[in-house]
């Protein structure tokens, strides 16, 4: 069964500063990895995804990492703003063909960690 | 630019009441997800649909829980008798795919408070 981590739960940085997310699974037979923001009690917003061939994403001041082999994927945030203050998620999808058969797309998602950019 | 929506965005029930949760899909998408959130927790899948059937449904998603496609936009979720522990933020996603791209992208939620 696929799991993820995040690492750290929680993060604060003064304005400015370039951080780096962690995210690590357990099942290396991914098909894609996506990162999302959260807002408190709001949806998910998709940030970046990257398909299991690729080896990093980039857009705007965020650039997202994937080593399928070891199973981590990092989202680095350049000059944080208190904007990006929010939680950012990391979530799977499994290979299209994975051991219980086929994956219709089903996302398993980590706990996220929660970012705070003080002024 | 498209995007998935989802009414209400608030439905405070009963125990044992049935709720139907409401989302459009962007329009030109194949794939539909529903996932929920219990506050403070991870994110869970529920169930996908594709082809108008399930593909694939979690635990989680017992005889209590249905999905529907009733016409070319909308896409419902079910919960015939609600128990507390239903009580969750519901979200709907949607996916291109064949081609068209592998990102999910989703709805702003339903808060489902049971009481």
């Known amino acids: 069964k696929q799991e993820v981590t995040q690492i750290p739960a929680a993060l604060s940085v003064p304005e400015g500063e370039n951080l780096v997310l962690n995210c690590s699974f357990t099942?290396?037979?991914?098909?894609?990895l996506q990162w999302f923001r959260q807002d408190p009690g709001k949806g998910l917003t998709s940030l970046l995804l990257?398909?299991?061939?690729?080896r990093e994403q980039t857009s705007g001041r965020l650039n997202a990492s994937l080593d399928k082999s070891s199973g981590r994927s990092t989202l680095y945030i350049a000059a944080s703003q208190p904007g990006d203050s929010a939680t950012y998620l990391c979530a799977v999808r499994l290979g299209l063909r994975d051991a219980g058969g086929t994956s219709y797309g089903k996302l398993t998602f980590g706990q996220g960690t929660i970012l705070t950019v003080h002024p | 630019e498209p995007e998935v929506t989802q009414t209400p965005s608030h439905q405070v029930t009963q125990m044992g009441q049935e709720v139907i949760l409401r989302c459009v899909p962007i329009s030109n998408h194949l794939y539909f997800y529903w996932y929920r959130q219990i506050l403070g927790q991870k994110v869970e899948f529920l169930v996908s649909f594709y082809n108008n059937e399930i593909s694939e449904k979690s635990e989680i998603f017992d005889d209590q829980f249905s999905v529907e496609r009733p016409d070319g936009s909308n896409f419902t979720l079910k919960i015939r008798s609600t128990k507390l522990e239903d009580s969750a933020m519901y979200f709907c996603a949607s996916r291109r795919g064949t081609g068209g791209g592998n990102e999910q992208y989703f709805g702003p939620g339903t808060r489902l408070t049971v009481t």
């Open positions: 990257i398909q299991s061939s690729q």
């Open positions: 099942d290396s037979a991914i098909y894609n």
